[in-house]
């Protein structure tokens, strides 16, 4: 399947998806797409009003506003699996408390991505937070929707090549529990800032990496506390 110069305008605050939203629901199977490209697609900000944001430039997928089973490391993931991104656009061109995301890839679930590539996606408008090809901050909430506690993403065997973001992957925790990070195998070549950031905050990161291959000696991986 072949996804193809889509625009959307994001009507809410952690939708978006220039060519696919995923909200993911307690107790149903989120999607898998194998073998898929996404090329050329946007997405922007419906209007100036506040927090009128622009996530995921191909696949925004939303948070897990129903809860979960339990344990939210256990929640099934979205799943992306020899996948092709090229060309996918974030753009921002709202200053009311607003943000941006994930060129090709925002992620607020569970999520698998593997054995794909990820070449010339770019972001423009606002500010840094989100500058990055995919942005991963999974998380569930409560039965009382009180609180958010955090879910794990898988990225191994892929390929990012000429982004134009500041990151290439960017890894964040929700409110309570550090979420689980596992970066196995991938090539980072040609990226203008960091390879991988986490964003280590009041609850931390988890984050397991081997094996990753970058063209440059220094940030590699960086870890920022908030």
Known sequence: VIFKTNTSHQPEYSSGGGAVFIGVAKGKKPPMFINCSFIDNRVANKDNSEWSNAFGGAISVGPGWEGHNGDPFNELAVIIDQCYFEGNLVALS????????????????????????????????????????????????????????????IVINNTFHNNITKREILLISSDHESARFFLYNNIFSDYEYTGVEAWKASTGVDLHAGFNLFDR???????FQD
Request: charged share 15%; glycine share 8%.
């Open 94 to 153: 709202n200053t009311n408390n607003s943000n941006r995301s994930g060129s090709a890839i925002n992620s607020f679930a569970n999520i698998i991505i593997r054995n794909s590539v990820f070449v010339n996606n770019s972001l423009s408008g606002g500010d840094e937070y989100g500058d990055a090809t995919i942005h991963l901050q999974p998380q569930y909430d409560s039965d009382d929707g009180s609180n958010s506690y955090s879910g794990k993403a």
């Open 217 to 223: 000696a220094d940030n590699n991986y960086y870890f």
